[in-house]
């Protein structure tokens, strides 16, 4: 009986310390699994963050956007107001017989920016003729009906030339006034040249002072 009993002592010792063994390296693998699930959920919580983090800007970049869209819808509103404006002026005014069929296709119209003088003329507006072949009908047509007129009040119509050519236009001036004192019909034609009419004659100039020698020669010496 004793001997069974130590036996059976022996057999309980032996199978707790193989319990306890198995126990210690059981807990030395599960440590680095524990480890680096801590880690994960670390790592998980800053990507949450992050993720709040782009939320909460997205947000914000939608609503600048949408502050943004709608200041553009105002000003695109505000632009062709003007534009559907302008364009049915000039149809009003240079439609008709052999006229502008329809409202011409404009890019943009808009006032200059310099401010009018006190009692001057009113400021202009600056258009922008998507075609081509609608500019030069719209120029012609101006040119042809001489006084344009809209609701009574008169209008010109000109090109927006570039400054150096603008230069070289305004070089005509002081001849211009000298042919219209005399009642001379004159115009002046793209790019800089002036046209003269007198006597059934017919004269193209391309510099003030061609067209100064042939008043000379009209009308005598220019003072």
Same mark, same amino acid.
């Given at each position: ?13 032996? &199978? ?14 599960? /440590? ?22 782009? /939320? ?29 404006? &302008? ?38 507006? &600056? &258009?922008?003729?998507?075609? @081509? ?13 001489? +006084? ?38 004159? +115009?002046?034609? @793209? ?14 100039? /391309? ?5 100064? /020698? ?10």
């Amino acid at each position: 009986m004793d001997t069974l009993q130590a036996f059976h002592d022996i057999v309980k010792e032996v &199978i707790k310390e193989e319990a306890d063994s198995l126990r210690e390296e059981i807990k030395r693998s599960i /440590d680095p699994i524990t480890t680096v699930l801590d880690e994960c959920k670390v790592k998980i919580r800053e990507h949450e963050d992050e993720l709040n983090n782009q /939320d909460a800007r997205l947000l914000e970049m939608e609503t600048r956007y949408a502050a943004l869209s709608s200041k553009y819808d105002k000003l695109q509103e505000k632009q062709s107001n003007p534009t559907r404006f &302008i364009a049915g002026l000039l149809h009003e005014v240079l439609g008709g017989p052999n006229g502008l069929e329809k409202p011409p296709t404009l890019d943009r119209a808009h006032r200059a920016v310099c401010k009018p003088t006190e009692g001057g003329r009113p400021r202009p507006f &600056i &258009i922008c003729v998507h075609y @081509y072949h609608e500019k030069e009908q719209i120029q012609r047509l101006a040119r042809e009906k001489g +006084r344009l007129e809209y609701r009574g009040k008169q209008i010109f119509i000109f090109p927006d030339y570039s400054a150096d050519l603008n230069k070289r236009c305004a070089a005509f001036n002081e001849v211009k006034k000298m042919f219209r004192e005399k009642g001379v019909r004159y +115009r002046l034609f @793209y790019p800089a040249k002036l046209q003269v009419s007198f006597n059934g004659e017919t004269k193209m100039f /391309d510099s003030p002072t061609a067209a100064k /020698d042939f008043y000379s020669s009209k009308f005598g010496d220019v003072e």
